[in-house]
């Protein structure tokens, strides 16, 4: 059974920095692509960052230049380094495990991680 697990969040003050981790376990296939999204109080999930096994990763335009993502694909690890964080950045982040097995794109998520960005 896969299973994806995120950590490391907490509370932060604004300006701060964290680091997200995110593992998957279990029997997978092939990696296609890991995903980042943060949802807000309120609001609806928004995408932050894909990442692929080659470590080459696409950035929300808002966290570009402050979040670095990178991933360890032996240990089956991504990473998500924040720096600079704002207020407004408050939110459960989940990642987003999309692996090709059997002929078919599945779809694996944690289930969250809750980051506070407060004085």
């Known amino acids: 059974q896969v299973q994806v697990v995120e950590s490391g969040g907490g509370l932060v003050q604004p300006g701060g920095s964290l680091r997200l981790s995110c593992a998957v376990s279990?029997?997978?296939?092939?990696?296609?692509?890991i995903r980042w999204y943060r949802q807000a109080p309120g609001k609806e999930r928004e995408w932050v960052a894909t990442?692929?096994?080659?470590?080459?990763?696409n950035y929300e335009d808002s966290v570009k230049a402050r979040f670095i993502a990178s991933i360890d694909n032996a240990k089956r690890r991504l990473y998500l380094q924040m720096h600079s964080l704002k207020s407004e950045e408050t939110a459960v982040y989940f990642c987003?495990?999309?692996?090709?097995?059997?002929?078919?794109?599945?779809?694996?998520w944690g289930q969250g991680t809750q980051i506070t960005v407060s004085s």
């Open positions: 987003d495990w999309t692996i090709y097995m059997d002929g078919t794109a599945y779809d694996y």
């Open positions: 279990g029997s997978i296939g092939k990696i296609m692509a």
């Open positions: 990442t692929t096994t080659d470590n080459t990763t």
